[in-house]
């Protein structure tokens, strides 16, 4: 174990991102950050620092415990970072979550198939008794 490590590296190896080049891609575009300043993917981080991660539309805090460069299984990495994320980011996620259709008010896009049933019979002509209609009386 290296005392420090790149943070690509690190947050590939502690399972955060799934890639590698995902990890420097975040870093690119500014997503992680240490101290509120953004990182470069080649930055080297020691154990003890607080790293957040912005995965909308929430931002992940991780304390470094263990600085690796070797992607770990899903079972020790509770001894690599703890997660030091703020309670109210979960609750944001979970109202995230809550609210991800019913922003859709009723009555608007397609209708489902219940509502074509009842539009059928209500334009189908059989329905009124229209079909003996003549037009010829009028």
């Given at each position: 174990m290296a005392d420090i490590a790149r943070i690509d590296k690190w947050l590939w190896a502690a399972?955060?991102?799934k890639t590698r080049s995902i990890a420097a891609d975040a870093c690119k575009n500014g997503r992680v950050t240490i101290k509120g300043i953004n990182v470069k993917p080649s930055h080297t981080i020691?154990?003890?620092?607080?790293i957040s991660v912005k995965k909308p539309p929430i931002t992940y805090s991780f304390e470094v415990l263990q600085t690796i460069e070797k992607r770990v299984g899903a079972k020790l990495v509770s001894e690599v970072y703890k997660?030091?994320?703020?309670?109210?980011?979960?609750?944001?996620?979970e109202m995230s979550r809550i609210s991800g259709f019913v922003d859709r008010a009723r009555g608007t896009g397609r209708p489902t198939k219940k509502d074509r049933?009842?539009?059928?019979?209500?334009?189908?002509?059989?329905?009124?008794?229209?079909?003996?209609?003549?037009?010829?009386?009028?």
């Open positions: 399972r955060i991102f020691k154990a003890g620092e607080v997660n030091v994320t703020d309670a109210k980011q979960y609750e944001l996620l049933r009842q539009l059928d019979a209500f334009v189908d002509p059989a329905l009124f008794g229209f079909d003996d209609f003549d037009d010829e009386e009028y």
